[in-house]
């Protein structure tokens, strides 16, 4: 007599839980790298606003990337800096496996 039909079933569980746990850490690691990115871009617009500002208060572009020297380590850089008229746009970029692009004006009223 054969043995209960459910025997070549045993296990069956354990595997369904580890794709289940793996499906869950795979979604857990996305989350993460999405408000990775979320807080980099944010951070980048604030250096990027405030590089506006210095060089719309200096009238130059000079005071653009000395705001950047002071923000090391995030892989920032100054990709574009335009000062008219007391008016300054600052674009500050960040490659990588996302870019981040971000651009920033700033004058005497904006």
């Known amino acids: ?23 869950l850490l795979a979604i857990g690691a996305a989350l993460a790298v999405a408000a990775g990115e979320l807080t980099a871009k944010s951070y980048a617009q604030g250096v990027a606003d405030i590089s506006a500002l210095a060089a719309a208060q200096v009238g130059t572009c000079t005071a653009a990337p000395q705001v950047l020297a002071h923000n090391p380590g995030r892989g920032l850089e100054l990709a574009r800096c335009e000062v008219r008229a007391g008016y300054a746009q600052v674009e500050v970029r960040r490659a990588g496996l996302f870019e981040i692009r971000v651009v920033s004006r700033a004058g005497p009223q904006w």
């Open 1 to 23: 007599m054969k043995g209960d039909p459910s025997e070549g079933e045993r296990g069956s569980g354990t595997v369904i839980a580890l794709a289940l746990i793996g499906a």
